[in-house]
């Protein structure tokens, strides 16, 4: 496997790599709900909002990135970690769902904004 030094990994090798993380730091000790793991993803989104109403600072963990950024990975991190505790490809998943959104017609038929 891969490490999460190399700045050149496929969406499938960060997920295994971050999972790899997650469970070495004890995250997947005890089983985990999913609808935990569900509300933990929408946690990140909503430090994303509080950077952003805070004027989008610089992050204090991850220089040279602003906080949104930092929390927008954080999301990443955990959808990515959750798919792969459940064996879920992700990536293939993605590229399908773009595939489809690419055929699909201006504002999905004229749904509002």
Request: hydrophobic letters at 40%.
């Given at each position: 496997m891969q490490t999460l030094?190399?700045?050149?990994?496929?969406?499938?090798?960060?997920?295994?790599?971050?999972?790899?993380?997650?469970?070495?730091?004890?995250?997947?000790?005890?089983?985990?709900?999913?609808g935990t793991c569900f509300m933990l993803m929408v946690t990140e989104l909503a430090e994303a909002m509080e950077g952003y109403r805070e004027g989008n600072p610089h992050s204090d963990k991850i220089?040279?990135?602003?906080?949104?950024?930092e929390e927008l990975a954080d999301v990443i991190i955990r959808i990515l970690d959750y798919a792969e505790h459940n064996s879920f490809e992700i990536e293939k998943a993605l590229m399908a769902k773009m595939r489809h959104n690419e055929g699909r017609s201006y504002r999905h038929g004229g749904k509002a904004a």
């Open positions: 030094m190399d700045e050149h990994l496929t969406m499938a090798q960060m997920q295994a790599a971050i999972h790899k993380t997650a469970r070495e730091k004890g995250w997947w000790d005890e089983p985990r709900e999913t220089a040279p990135f602003s906080q949104i950024e």
